[in-house]
């Protein structure tokens, strides 16, 4: 939801439309193609129901390029040139690990969102 594009550069580039780095939570979403709207859809949706299912909460999580255990070790890849640009988002990853753990908390922590409420956290190394 927070408006990624694997496009490098262009009228479909994330990366010019950010208004500070690094990207929180507080950002804000930018969503200009429709996987992103879909995403931020979704979050929106959760935000309705939280105003009426006041005894349960709701998580979403934004999370890009998870990288697998086996791949990890490649890290940190090369900065992109325009020779080889790097589709990536602003070179934004995490690791598969982490990402199951996120999925776990969301789900058990009774902290992870108050009730009658939706959080969104965003996971990024």
């Known amino acids: 939801a927070m408006g990624f594009s694997h496009v ?3 009228p479909q580039a994330w990366s010019s439309k950010v208004g500070y780095l690094p990207v929180d ?12 709207l879909s995403k931020l859809a979704g979050e929106e949706i959760l935000e309705t129901a939280a105003r009426t ?9 934004r999370f890009t390029n998870i990288v697998k255990r086996e791949l990890w070790s490649s890290l940190p890849w090369e900065a992109p040139t325009s020779a080889e640009p790097l589709q990536l988002v602003l070179w ?3 690791h598969e690990d982490d990402v199951i753990r996120a999925h776990v908390a969301a789900a058990t922590r009774e ?8 959080e969104a956290y965003l996971l990024a190394a």
Request: charged content about 15%; glycine content about 12%; hydrophobic content about 30%.
């Open 25 to 36: 939570e507080a950002h804000g979403a930018q969503p200009h193609e429709s996987y992103g």
């Open 53 to 61: 299912a006041t005894d349960t909460s709701f998580v979403s999580l």
């Open 111 to 118: 902290d992870a969102a108050a009730r009658g409420s939706h």
């Open 92 to 94: 934004a990853y995490v």
């Open 8 to 10: 490098p550069r262009g």
